[in-house]
């Protein structure tokens, strides 16, 4: 059976640092992967060396394409939509141009992020995180919103994962008022730290973000948990150790 998992991301170097781990658990077990970036990072606050939005945007695509290498990643896109302004497109077109995506991968385990929107609380994350799970149920279905018709076939992925921050950036205070999402599948990626810290690297933009999270990624990166967030049939069992468990072949 030919295993595919697709990761839709908000940003460059989201891959890497959330994760990178099941992207390249997957590829050591011979699956292929596809990561789907819904914008170009031109809103960042760390632009590197370059001299305006512009090139900012086309550096970072560059760097999100060398980072897919590292991880291994069998094909990669960057959509381009305005960072920081997910909230104010179309959500019907966008989650049609998932389902797009969705249709012609054929990916049987789709992963994004939560609704908390993960470390940061980042309202691109979360934002991703809704159009994902909307394009997640259209794939499959022949009756779609009117501005989300595609010419290509239904398919069904058969699991959706949301990624729970392993940590928040955020005060005491602040956290007291913060909704976590809980986990059901814990992968050890311990061996796959060096790895992971690899592919971000490649992201030199954004250098002063590792170097400052450094031991929030020394200390957490060597797991990654996920929320088993919508499947298809019966499970037997809702905490699990494979993110392929289950998985049957069409």
């Known amino acids: 059976m030919t295993l595919r998992l697709m990761c839709i991301t908000a940003h460059p170097d ?14 050591e077990r011979g699956a292929s992967t596809s990561v789907v970036c ?3 990072g031109g ?3 760390h632009r590197g060396a370059t001299k ?4 900012l945007t086309l550096t970072r695509r560059q760097e999100f394409a060398s980072a897919l290498r590292v991880l291994g990643v069998s094909e990669g896109e960057v959509l381009g939509y305005p960072d920081g302004k997910l909230a104010e497109q ?12 969705i249709r012609r991968f054929r990916p049987q385990v789709v992963l994004t992020f939560g609704g908390d929107g993960s470390v940061n609380r980042h309202p691109d994350h979360t934002m991703t995180s809704l159009l994902t799970t909307a394009a997640f149920h259209w794939a499959g279905r022949n009756a779609l919103p009117a501005d989300a018709v595609s010419p290509l076939a239904p398919w069904h992925p058969q699991k959706l994962y949301y990624a ?28 796959l730290k060096a790895k992971k810290y690899e ?12 170097d400052r999270a450094k031991a ?10 996920y929320l088993l967030a919508a499947a298809r049939g019966e499970l037997p069992n809702l905490l699990e150790t494979d993110m392929f468990g289950g998985v049957v072949e069409e």
């Open 90 to 101: 179309n959500f019907i077109q966008l989650a049609a141009a998932l389902v797009e995506r």
């Open 38 to 40: 819904l914008t170009d």
């Open 52 to 55: 305006d939005t512009q090139e």
């Open 164 to 191: 729970c921050a392993p940590f928040l950036i955020a005060t005491p205070e602040e956290a007291r008022y913060i909704a976590f999402v809980p986990s059901s599948l814990t992968l050890d990626v311990q061996d």
């Open 216 to 225: 929030l990624f020394e200390k957490h990166s060597g797991e990654e948990s």
């Open 43 to 45: 809103a960042a606050s």
């Open 14 to 27: 989201d891959e890497s640092a959330g994760f990178g781990g099941a992207l390249l658990r997957a590829q």
């Open 199 to 210: 592919a971000f690297r490649q992201h030199t933009t954004q250098a002063p973000v590792l």
